[in-house]
């Protein structure tokens, strides 16, 4: 498979408007412009991904429904951003880069609008489906904007500082939430993007230099892109039901075999179609695989426990909205604080070592909610420690999966490399939400601390094995190979 066909995402292999990759254009000053605004599109859009968790329980009063069922309206988001980054990645290189980004952003805000006015439940679970698919035109195309603007021996700062603000997005998210929650309405959390979205709006059509992928035709294979959706939604949808319907239900157990089956439906798929919806020779480089597989564990986890935490101070220590965001913000500050330092310090010790260092540094937090947390609130003693712990661990982990995705890819594919690391973190978080709702193990919130404990050791266990799938390829190739970064 030549460059031309290995990249359908993203930058095309020779040039980018007709110029070579490596003469990208070098005004700093205008870079920094495109930067800021490249990585405020794709903040906006990360930060929906945990800024409604804070709101969980609120939501799930105001529309009187269950656990299961509003899980959904976090599912919905990350399942259909998941499916649509990498074919909204060839949309954007066909019709413009600048075109899209405007396009995703415009729409990102009508459908936040949507959703801040939902009547019910059913309809805010729709409106964040569509939000979804105009948040995945945002990703690839402000990468690839970005990118556009610095030289090669630069990308790398370019793509840190992008995947930086991404993660501490994601941190942040409940923070937010909650004064807006606590201050004026959950409804707020989607209505906020719409100002934001339209100073992004003006300021892009002003300063953003369109760039199009002069041999991109013809878009990705849609039954690949509904596989990539149904795989994940099916599994999700069996997780979630599986402990009020029981294991053994019918529609469980069709979940299960369904996406067990569309599985390998999905690799003879990408391996025969004209135009795959996901590049596999990419995943013969090592380090890309590796880095893939950590982020769905890690993502699984950090989702997961972002979600566990905030229900659990609001359900077992009766903390206000406001109150239990604030109690776990300290996390998020320390990943702001050290998100971009942390990928710099990848560049000089490895990114193995500092995954690593993030996994175990995550699971010490996790172990200490598990066995020091009670019924009886002690957030300076009993809460703190740990969420710096876990607040140390994100900061290590996130940015740093999102620079090591695609370092080892020819610049022509970092965007497609990006894309495909993108959606398995929105996968991660499909996991991580289905997982804490079918561990709490009731359609009703507030079950105990026993079983909050037992998920805190749950979401221990997948974030030591992110830092695990790192370890064991160095480990066999000890004495053979020095250490790789």
């Known amino acids: 498979m030549n460059n031309a066909q290995r990249a359908p995402v993203g930058e095309s292999p020779n040039a980018v408007d007709g110029s070579p990759l490596d003469k990208a254009p070098a005004d700093n000053r205008r870079a920094g412009w495109v930067l800021a605004l490249g990585s405020l599109g794709a903040f906006v859009v990360f930060l929906d991904t945990t800024i409604v968790n804070i709101a969980f329980d609120t939501i799930s009063h105001s529309f009187n429904t269950t656990a299961g069922h509003l899980a959904w309206v976090l599912n919905a988001y990350s399942l259909v951003f998941a499916a649509m980054l990498i074919p909204a990645?060839?949309?954007?290189?066909?019709?413009?880069?600048?075109?899209i980004f405007i396009v995703g952003i415009a729409g990102f805000a009508l459908m936040s609008a949507l959703c801040g006015l939902a009547p019910g439940v059913g309809v805010l679970i729709t409106a964040r489906a569509l939000q979804a698919v105009f948040a995945a035109l945002v990703v690839p195309s402000s990468l690839a904007l970005v990118?556009?603007?610095?030289?090669?021996?630069?990308?790398?700062v370019a793509i840190g500082v992008w995947g930086a603000m991404a993660a501490a997005a994601a941190a942040v998210g409940p923070t937010l939430g909650a004064l807006l929650t606590e201050y004026v309405s959950w409804r707020w959390i989607f209505l906020v993007n719409v100002p934001i979205a339209a100073v992004i709006v003006v300021l892009g059509r002003r300063l953003l230099h369109e760039s199009r992928d002069p041999q991109a035709s013809g878009l990705p294979d849609p039954l690949g892109a509904l596989l990539v959706a149904a795989i994940p939604a099916l599994l999700s949808f069996s997780i979630i039901e599986g402990p009020s319907r029981g294991w053994s239900d019918s529609w469980v157990v069709v979940g299960f075999v369904g996406a067990a089956l569309a599985l390998p439906v999905f690799l003879w798929r990408t391996s025969k179609a004209a135009r795959?919806?996901?590049?596999?020779?990419?995943?013969?480089?090592r380090q890309f695989s590796e880095i893939n597989a950590a982020s769905l564990l890690f993502s699984t986890a950090f989702f997961g426990l972002l979600l566990a935490n905030l229900i659990f101070l609001q359900t077992e220590w009766h903390y206000s909205v406001l109150r239990a965001a604030l109690a776990s913000s300290a996390g998020p500050v320390v990943v702001t604080l050290i998100a971009r330092s942390t990928t710099k310090l990848a560049t000089v010790v490895g990114h193995r070592r500092v995954l690593l260092a993030g996994a175990v540094t995550w699971t010490l937090g996790c172990l200490g909610f598990a066995l020091f947390v009670d019924s009886t609130p002690h957030?300076?003693?009993?809460?703190?420690?740990?969420?710096l712990l876990t607040g140390l661990g994100i900061g290590l982990t996130l940015p740093v999966q999102s620079g090591a995705a695609v370092a080892k890819l020819p610049p022509a594919q970092f965007a497609i490399g990006s894309a495909i690391n993108s959606s398995f973190r929105q996968l991660g978080a499909v996991l991580g939400v289905s997982i804490f709702v079918a561990l709490l193990g009731t359609s009703k919130l507030g079950?105990?601390?026993?079983?909050?404990?037992?998920?805190?050791?749950?979401?221990?266990?997948?974030?030591?094995?992110?830092g695990v799938v790192q370890a064991l390829p160095r480990l066999r190739a000890a004495g053979s190979a020095p250490s790789a970064r």
Do not use: C, S
């Open 89 to 99: 990645g060839r949309v954007a290189d066909r019709y413009g880069r600048k075109n």
């Open 147 to 156: 990118l556009h603007e610095f030289h090669a021996a630069r990308r790398h």
């Open 276 to 285: 795959p919806v996901m590049d596999l020779a990419l995943f013969k480089d």
């Open 379 to 387: 957030w300076v003693t009993h809460w703190l420690p740990w969420t």
């Open 447 to 466: 079950p105990g601390v026993d079983n909050f404990q037992h998920i805190w050791w749950v979401f221990a266990v997948l974030g030591l094995a992110a």
